[in-house]
């Protein structure tokens, strides 16, 4: 088992960028499909991007691609997204989810994930 710990969330202006990381408290991301989801006040979970298991495969939400990019480290310890040109519709907690049985194709189901991240707090001031 994994547990995703966040880090690297906070406060920036329109236009600006941040990178959150992700990290395997417990062994590591081998094997896992790993990916970002987003919560604003009032709004459902929603997927932004992910790997798939054998990490071969990456999947972006449209609102994010080309400004969003996931990536993992060697030692697969690690996944981060780098987001640039923020804007203030990003503004959310940003979760890390990680699973070892989904399949590809359900990448974006949060329902679909067993383990969690607390979350980490993304603000795009406008």
């Known amino acids: 088992q994994v547990q995703p710990v966040e880090s690297g969330g906070g406060l920036t202006q329109i236009g600006g960028a941040l990178r959150l990381s992700c990290v395997a408290s417990?062994?590591?991301?081998?094997?896992?499909?790993v990916a970002w989801f987003r919560q604003a006040p009032g709004k459902e979970r929603e997927f932004g991007a992910g790997f798939s298991r054998t990490g071969g495969y990456r999947n972006y939400a449209d609102s994010v691609k080309g400004r969003f990019t996931i990536s993992r480290d060697n030692a697969q310890r690690a996944v981060s997204l780098q987001m640039n040109d923020l804007k203030p519709e990003d503004t959310a907690v940003y979760y890390c989810a990680a699973d070892r049985t989904i399949i590809t194709s359900s990448l974006y189901d949060a329902s679909q994930y067993d383990y969690w991240g607390q979350g980490t707090q993304v603000t795009v001031s406008s």
């Open positions: 417990e062994g590591t991301f081998r094997t896992y499909a």
